[in-house]
């Protein structure tokens, strides 16, 4: 069943997806692989697959997408980020997701490679995630969706701004938001009131991202901008430099007390953030499950 019509036909299910990315390197693949024998037998309704922007990466998202929906047969979204390329670039690629059975494509922008002196920008690269979304929509008969910043994109004019552009996305075929990582839910609740307010109906799902190491929890939060509540930069304080696993730990309750809160709001899913990783969304669900929250 394609994404879109999951979230349409869930009723009072939140619909839980789990986001992976290629991995780069031999060992990268290996562990991966351990990950989604992990992942594919934990609570889910679908999987996704980012998109490296300016498709430098695009073979290896496309031999993720073929592992887990042809190998594993799974339910896949595949990802575009549509920054630098040029319509047939963009045809390619999503000739190549129809020819390989995707249903829904998430339609994002994506960032400027950093420190990539290779990277050039088709002089007809489309501006937006809008744009994008609309070229795709005029062509082809995916099911779309589309990012929403519950705390404002990094580079908004202002949140306010922001919530248009989600309300544009719509109108241009997104049929439902994934949202940013945060860690205050407040910033959820309010964003989705604002989006409701200005005529955004579509189902709009919270991001989670679980903390895995404080190092790229730094690096994300540079680059994502989601800010970190006091509690939670004191939580991290209290523990010592060296205890890897007493981060993941503190990670993982907090994104389960997080995701407890969001399903008793009654949030129509759950998008986490794997980063690759399994343990930590694992025992999230499990606990979730078991609490009968899922
Ligand atoms: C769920 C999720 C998944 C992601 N997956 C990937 C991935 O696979 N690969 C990747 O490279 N990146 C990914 N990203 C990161 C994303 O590409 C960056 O956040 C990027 O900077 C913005 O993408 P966007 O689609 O939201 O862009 P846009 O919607 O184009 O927004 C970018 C900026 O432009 C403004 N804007 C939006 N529309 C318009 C308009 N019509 N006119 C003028 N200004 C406008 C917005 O306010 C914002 O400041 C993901 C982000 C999220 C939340």
Redesign the pocket.
């Known amino acids: 069943m394609s994404v879109a019509n999951l979230y349409k036909d869930a009723g009072d299910k939140p619909i839980i997806s789990f986001e992976f990315f290629r991995a780069k390197t031999e060992k990268a693949e290996q562990n991966l692989e351990k990950v989604l024998d992990l992942l594919s037998e934990t609570k889910h309704d679908y999987m996704s697959v980012?998109?490296?922007?300016g498709g430098s990466t695009r073979e290896g998202s496309y031999e993720l997408i073929d592992k887990l929906k042809n190998d594993r047969g799974l339910n896949v979204v595949a990802?575009i980020?549509g920054i630098g390329l040029g319509p047939d670039d963009l045809t390619e690629v999503l000739d190549k997701f129809k020819n390989q059975g995707i249903e829904t494509v998430f339609v994002?922008?994506?960032?400027e490679p950093q420190g990539d002196v290779a990277f050039q920008s088709h002089p007809d690269a489309l501006a937006?995630?809008?744009d994008l979304l609309a070229f795709i929509k005029d062509r082809y008969d995916f099911r779309l969706g589309?990012?929403g910043y519950p705390e404002g994109?990094i580079?908004?004019?202002s949140l306010e701004?922001?919530i248009e552009?989600a309300k544009?996305k719509q109108d241009n075929g997104a049929e439902y938001i994934?949202?940013?990582y945060f860690y205050d839910n407040r910033f959820f609740y309010d964003y989705v009131d604002r989006c409701r307010a200005i005529g955004v109906t579509i189902p709009i799902i919270p991001?989670i991202m679980p903390i895995y190491t404080v190092k790229l929890l730094e690096i994300l939060t540079s680059v994502c901008g989601s800010s970190l509540p006091d509690d939670v930069r004191n939580g991290l304080d209290s523990i010592p430099a060296d205890d890897k696993e007493g981060v993941v730990q503190f990670g993982i309750e907090l994104a389960t007390q997080q995701c407890r809160e969001l399903l008793k709001h009654g949030v129509p899913g759950l998008h986490f953030y794997t980063m690759n990783r399994g343990k930590s969304v694992n025992g999230i669900v499990n606990t979730l499950q078991n609490e009968g929250l899922l």
């Not at 980012?50 to 922007?53: D, I, L, S």
């Not at 994002?108 to 960032?111: A, F, L, R, T, V």
Request: glycine share 12%; net charge negative.
């Open positions: 980012t998109f490296g922007a990802y980020a994002i922008q994506g960032d937006h995630a809008t589309a990012a994109h580079n908004a004019e701004k922001d552009y544009l994934v949202a940013q991001g």
